[in-house]
């Protein structure tokens, strides 16, 4: 049986509805809202060495696109050396646009859509050559 682990931030939250196991692929989905790249390896290592195949998504949107790298450089080091054999990938990090709440808008000083979807571009080119 292929144990497959999907795993990340609040986008991968109701995943397990769409995600079912099926015949030899058994299909687990960990959700950690609001974690960042750098903390998901403490939270899943044990569910990694179970794990065959480990599909991550967690959005960077603090960091710059060599930050980013770095992060998801040092998280796919991490989980190689908890399982040599498993299959790892990330998921593409999804363009955004800025939160339309009047409540929830932040100050000027937040990166405009435009610059943040550039950025976005940058780091799933380089996620593609990284896995």
């Known amino acids: 049986m292929t144990r497959v682990l999907v795993t990340g931030d609040s986008m991968v939250k109701y995943q397990s509805r769409y995600l079912v196991s099926r015949g030899e692929v058994c299909i687990k989905v960990k959700c950690f809202p609001g974690i960042r790249t750098e903390q998901l390896f403490e939270r899943i290592s044990e569910s990694v060495a179970e794990s065959d195949v480990v599909i991550i ?49 932040r100050s000027s000083t937040v990166e405009h859509p435009y610059f943040m979807n550039v950025k976005y571009r940058a780091v799933n080119s380089l996620l593609q050559e990284l896995c």
């Open 57 to 105: 998504h967690v959005g960077n949107t603090r960091d710059s696109v060599n930050g980013c790298m770095d992060k998801y450089s040092r998280l796919l080091n991490d989980l190689r050396a908890t399982k040599r054999n498993a299959v790892f990938a990330f998921s593409a990090i999804l363009p955004r646009e800025r939160c339309g709440y009047p409540c929830q808008q």
